[in-house]
């Protein structure tokens, strides 16, 4: 089992950056990816970003040049660094980490998620 707390969302105008972090515990070192999910407002929940235990990322569209997906091995915390941040961005945002064999960490079918972290960008 993996535990997924995030923290670090809050209320930030447009143009502004928020850094999220998810702190995992539990039987991380079987996890062959984390990453970061969102779901505003009468949407579908959709893929941020992703990065997998060969250090590799993968980023939305909407992401790629202002999100940045990191991850400290040694806290076993998973960061996303907004930056330039959009109204549009406003979501829960969600950690998700999947194990070898499960789903992929950008496109769904994860093993874990966190409880999620609110963003809100004003204009």
């Known amino acids: 089992q993996v535990r997924l707390v995030e923290s670090g969302g809050g209320s930030v105008q447009a143009g502004g950056s928020l850094r999220l972090s998810c702190a995992a515990s539990g039987s991380t070192y079987s996890n062959s990816c984390m990453g970061w999910f969102r779901q505003a407002p009468g949407k579908e929940r959709e893929g941020v970003a992703a990065?997998?235990?060969?250090?590799?990322?993968k980023y939305a569209d909407f992401a790629k040049g202002r999100f940045t997906i990191s991850k400290d091995n040694v806290k076993s915390t998973l960061y996303l660094q907004m930056n330039s941040l959009k109204p549009e961005d406003t979501a829960m945002y969600y950690c998700?980490?999947?194990?070898?064999?499960?789903?992929?960490?950008?496109?769904?079918?994860?093993?874990?998620w966190g409880q999620g972290t609110q963003v809100t960008v004003s204009s």
């Open positions: 990065i997998y235990s060969d250090g590799s990322t």
């Open positions: 998700v980490a999947s194990k070898y064999g499960g789903g992929d960490c950008h496109t769904g079918g994860v093993n874990y």
